[in-house]
């Protein structure tokens, strides 16, 4: 018994010896998985804040078509199955055709697509849990979300998804640039380790950043809305290069470069193109856009360019460049206060008020500049503080608010023209809804100055019934306007507006060699506008314009008869003949245009829908012009709003007009009846 007694307790002791050596083994494999977990988690966090780098680290819920999430599950085989992106508390396990319903109608339905990944919504327990009404995350809810195909974050709403990955592209990380693939079309890496994009407008080739659509992260903003505007621009330089040549023209803020380029490449030595930027990044690449469209880049000092050859370029025969673009780091106010140009282009992001001054200081006699306003906020009414800070004139919200915002820009031009004794003729003004465009003639002497500065006026608009009229000296603002809303209202219903421009916003002939310009160089896209700008420049409602070389009619431009095209012929550009009036002929026709008030289109327009009367009826927009043009006024349709109806008829005699033409809404008289009965009653 002894002796038993004896092994027990030696056993025992054995036993613990081996317990105690377990728990010492135990402690630093502890100590290891614990610097494990923590190298884990560091790697977890890298893995959130960095893009994986391959693809087979995303996670199921992303996949290119929707036969990736049917290849999870073997839905060919027989049985009841689970969905692979749903935990079994919420979707149990089913047949196969009730899971590819399931995973078409609830996962791959609301997919967000980002490079041609769809991240399609998860339901896996991949974020931690929704504390409940009671604050206990014990008993909360799993969240539907998405994973990031970037930077593998989860994300619950796909409103959050998108801005999410809207912000990847203004910082230039994309799938794409981290995934290493060897897809990715790009020769030389640019800046920060971003992947060009290579897009072609106008047969020409430029280089985009990634994040080139958000101005505030990219130095090369690039707006692909903005094509209407790069079209009007070039077609009134190349209506300019047939009045005289060569040009030097100036591209102001070059970005990328392209509408410089598109100058030298289609006009090639008609102009002498300069592209000018402040930013290191947009030189480089306005460099390299010039190499990709075989253009020659002369940096050097002005008037140190070799002779041309007969096509514009070098005396080289092959494998000359096709034009020569001069690029300069330079401020836009530097640049045109130390060398003069034919045609100055200023583009920059918001207004150009700045920029004014240097420009018609130094711009030639009979040149051209165009302004493209962006800030919206304020010339559209929504900052107005801004608008009287930037432009100096007061506006409210009006039906009329683009053509306002078009005299308002055209008005700071004039005074800044005014400042240097010079005076301008507009030659066009376009208010669309992301730019205000307005290219205007510089004409050089004192008198023009005074004859411009005499067409800046205030305007008096009525806020009930929106009747307009500028106001002319010495006049009250109530007697102003043609409306009653005055005496049969309380209060002051009219205000001041401005000081506008007054004068025409169009040249019907500077729009006619505008439109042969577009259809020559094939620039489909505007020519419809060009055609309801000349309309709208006639006042007339015509729809189609004649065409051909018979149609020769002489148009007068700041005392210049040009022989054109009443429009844009097929055939190609007419040649243009410019004649330089003495000073006698000049006085006559200046006096033969004052004399023919009809060639001044009427200012501002009306909405048909903004003046409709309750429980009418109107008629066709088309037919009620007619209506209009059959009681004896100028009417046609505007650009600034395709509703709108410029006329020269009053605010009253136009809805007079109107309530003649407009039937009740609740007669059932058939239509050849109501034309009757209308007949009766006019």
Not at 196 to 222: A, C, R, W
Not at 354 to 369: K, P, S
């Given at each position: ?38 190298v ?51 979707f ?22 980002f ?136 591209d ?11 100058w ?5 030595n ?19 856009n ?41 401020d ?5 206060h ?103 003639r510089?004409?050089r ?46 209060g ?28 020559q ?127 020269d ?27 009757v ?6």
């Amino acid at each position: 018994m002894a002796e038993l007694k004896e092994a027990d307790a030696a056993q025992l002791h054995q036993e613990d010896v081996d317990i105690k050596r377990g728990d010492g083994a135990a402690a630093p494999s502890l100590g290891d998985q614990a610097a494990e977990h923590a190298v884990q988690t560091e790697a977890a966090a890298d893995s959130d804040a960095k893009p994986s780098t391959t693809t087979t680290e995303r996670h199921i819920s992303i996949q290119t078509k929707l036969e990736g999430l049917e290849v999870l599950v073997d839905l060919n085989g027989a049985g009841r199955k689970s969905c692979p992106l749903c935990p079994e508390e919420k979707f149990k396990a089913c047949y196969s055709h009730k899971l590819r319903r399931h995973l078409q109608n609830l996962h791959w339905k609301v997919y967000v697509e980002f490079e041609g990944q769809r991240m399609c919504i998860c339901h896996l327990p991949c974020r931690n849990l929704k504390p409940g009404l009671n604050g206990d995350q014990a008993s909360g809810r799993h969240v539907a979300h998405y994973h990031c195909v970037v930077c593998s974050v989860t994300i619950a709403r796909k409103t959050d998804m998108i801005s999410h990955l809207k912000r990847h592209v203004n910082k230039g990380e994309t799938e794409a640039s981290y995934c290493g693939s060897p897809d990715v079309p790009f020769e030389e890496p640019a800046p920060s380790g971003q992947a060009y994009e290579i897009m072609k407008e106008l047969g020409t080739n430029v280089q985009l950043l990634p994040n080139h659509t958000t101005p505030q992260k990219s130095d090369t903003y690039f707006n692909r809305k903005m094509k209407t505007n790069r079209q009007l621009v070039f077609c009134s330089l190349a209506v300019l290069a047939e009045e005289r040549n060569p040009l030097e023209c100036l591209d102001a803020f070059g970005a990328t470069g392209i509408m410089g380029l598109q100058w030298a490449k289609h006009l090639r030595n008609a102009v002498k193109v300069t592209i000018t930027d402040i930013s290191d990044t947009c030189i480089k690449m306005i460099k390299e856009n010039c190499e990709l469209n075989h253009i020659r880049v002369d940096g050097g000092p002005r008037g140190s360019r070799g002779p041309r050859g007969p096509d514009g370029v070098g005396s080289e025969a092959e494998g000359a460049p096709i034009a020569t673009v001069e690029v300069v780091k330079m401020d836009a106010n530097v640049t045109m206060h130390l060398w003069p140009f034919d045609y100055i282009h200023l583009d920059p992001f918001g207004t150009a008020v700045t920029y004014l001054d240097a420009a018609f200081r130094n711009v030639r006699n009979l040149g051209i500049i165009s302004v493209t306003s962006t800030d919206t906020g304020s010339l559209y009414s929504k900052s107005p503080n801004v608008t009287l800070r930037h432009y100096g004139c007061h506006i409210v919200r009006t039906e009329y608010y683009r053509e306002l915002a078009a005299r308002m820009v055209v008005a700071t031009m004039a005074r800044a023209a005014a400042r240097c004794n010079k005076g301008i003729e507009v030659l066009l003004a376009v208010a669309l809804e992301h730019f205000v465009l307005v290219v205007v003639r510089v004409l050089r002497g004192p008198t023009q100055a005074d004859e411009t500065a005499k067409k800046l006026r205030k305007l008096v608009h009525c806020q009930w019934c929106e009747e307009r009229v500028f106001l002319k000296l010495g006049n009250m603002v109530d007697e102003t306007l043609p409306c009653n809303c005055h005496g049969s209202l309380p209060g002051k219903t009219a205000v001041q507006l401005g000081p506008l421009w007054s004068g025409p916003l169009f040249n019907t002939g500077f729009l006619r060699r505008m439109l042969s310009a577009a259809v020559q160089h094939s620039m489909d896209d505007i020519q419809a506008l060009v055609k309801n700008l000349i309309c709208e420049s006639d006042c007339t409602t015509l729809k189609s314009l004649v065409h051909g070389p018979s149609a020769l009619t002489n148009q007068v431009e700041c005392g210049v008869v040009i022989k054109t095209l009443q429009s844009g012929g097929e055939s190609g550009a007419a040649e243009l003949s410019v004649k330089r009036k003495s000073g006698e002929e000049l006085g006559n026709v200046v006096k033969k245009v004052k004399s023919d008030g009809s060639l001044d289109h009427p200012p501002f327009y009306y909405s048909i829908h903004r003046h409709s009367i309750r429980g009418m009826n109107m008629p066709k927009l088309n037919k009620f012009l007619q209506y209009l043009t059959e009681a004896g006024f100028r009417v046609s349709r505007t650009h600034f709003d395709p509703t709108g109806v410029r006329t020269d008829a009053t605010l009253e005699q136009f809805k007079t007009v109107l309530t003649k033409y407009s039937v009740p809404t609740y007669t059932n008289v058939p239509a050849t009846q109501t034309s009757v009965s209308t007949e009766k009653i006019a």
